[in-house]
């Protein structure tokens, strides 16, 4: 057990760290969980690469974490998760700029989007939630194997109870699409790739995927009125207080992934999912994991299949 827990901020879990010469790089840098983290990591003096699809959006990201710490080192990145050129695009400018990764955080995410197709014509949570960053984590491999003991940060979510992948028909070529469904599925290949990556370069890299917690942040979009009842029945249903969601603020929503990203304890255990900066228990709440996680042959067969989609070994 960490010392740190539910209620912890970003800021806390940092406390005292120096992180200058470390050079982190965040996905979704433009709001939320992902600019919240890239501030509180600079303002420990690392070296943060923020990564959005929108650069006015990035750039007035970027100012207004400039705006609370004025000696940020940031320096800003188009990529389009949704869009495996621009991923390739994007990881040949940064094998000239960075000469290493010390952390990779896959953060960027869309949750309970209408259907939509990636412009690869995979199913759009499926395409940027995991293959978007399946493959920017695979065209980074030689960046963050410059680094002593780098890091891969996967952003997962409770919500990967709602389904394990289906390998079968991982686009909805045949299932009638449903946008939870769909998340569901993209946040368990989120666990499965964190787990998976950990198993095949566990003696050079650490990975884990994270789930923040509930955090009021622009990722509820898409959801109308409709998904909103039903995500809080869900919920409700399976807290054991009865209490149903439990929200968190931002600062300590992006705890655990800064946790995840700079902890000690993060070394021993490696390849696991974590929540409220600890390493998760199985459990039906929304802090436990499914019975689906944890299932090397899934983990590796999601692994081959991701590496076809996007033509890429790894
Ligand atoms: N908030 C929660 O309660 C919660 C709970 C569980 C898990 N999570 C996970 O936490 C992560 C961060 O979410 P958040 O809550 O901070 O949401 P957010 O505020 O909506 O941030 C999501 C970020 O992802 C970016 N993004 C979306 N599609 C992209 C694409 N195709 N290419 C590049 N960037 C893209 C967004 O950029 P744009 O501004 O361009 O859209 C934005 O910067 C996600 O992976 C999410 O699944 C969040």
Redo the contacts with the bound molecule.
């Keep these: 057990m960490s010392s740190f827990s539910r209620e912890s901020t970003a800021e806390e879990v940092v406390r005292g760290l120096d992180l200058s010469g470390q050079v982190i790089m965040i996905?979704?840098?433009?709001?939320?969980?992902?600019?919240?983290s890239a501030r509180v990591l600079a303002a420990r003096g690392a070296q943060v690469a923020m990564?959005?699809?929108?650069p006015q959006?990035?750039r007035e990201?970027a100012d207004r974490i400039r705006s609370s710490v004025p000696d940020a080192d940031l320096s800003m990145h188009q990529?389009?998760?949704?869009?495996l050129a621009?991923v390739a695009r994007f990881a040949s400018e940064a094998a000239d700029e960075f000469s290493r990764i010390d952390v990779l955080m896959?953060?960027?995410?869309?949750?309970c989007c209408p259907f939509d197709r990636?412009a690869d014509g995979f199913e759009?949570q499926f395409g940027?939630?995991h293959l978007?960053h399946f493959a920017h984590t695979a065209r980074l491999l030689p960046l963050l194997l410059q680094a002593d003991k780098p890091r891969v940060v996967t952003?997962?979510?409770?919500?990967h109870r709602i389904s394990d992948v289906d390998l079968d028909d991982p686009n909805f070529e045949h299932t009638p699409y449903d946008p939870w469904l769909a998340?569901g599925r993209?946040?368990s290949a989120?666990v499965h790739f964190a787990a998976e990556l950990a198993r095949r370069f566990g003696d050079q890299m650490l990975s884990v995927s994270?789930?923040?917690?509930?955090?009021?942040?622009?990722?509820?979009?898409h959801m109308t009125k409709e998904m909103l009842e039903g995500m809080r029945a869900r919920a409700k249903a399976s807290s054991s207080s009865g209490q149903g969601l439990q929200?968190?603020s931002?600062e300590s929503?992006?705890a655990t992934?800064v946790w995840a990203a700079t902890s000690p304890e993060i070394a021993e255990n490696n390849g696991t999912y974590l929540a409220d900066c600890n390493v998760a228990e199985p459990g039906t709440g929304e802090i436990g994991y499914a019975p689906h996680i944890y299932n090397p042959p899934t983990e590796a067969a999601l692994w081959e299949l991701s590496e076809r989609f996007v033509d890429l070994s790894f």
């Design positions: 996905t979704g840098t433009t709001s939320g969980l992902g600019e919240e990564l959005a699809r929108d959006k990035n990201a990529v389009d998760l949704s869009n621009s896959n953060n960027a995410g869309v949750m990636t759009m940027t939630n978007g952003l997962s979510s409770g919500g998340y993209s946040k989120n994270v789930h923040p917690g509930a955090i009021p942040t622009k990722l509820g979009r929200m968190k931002l929503g992006a992934q």
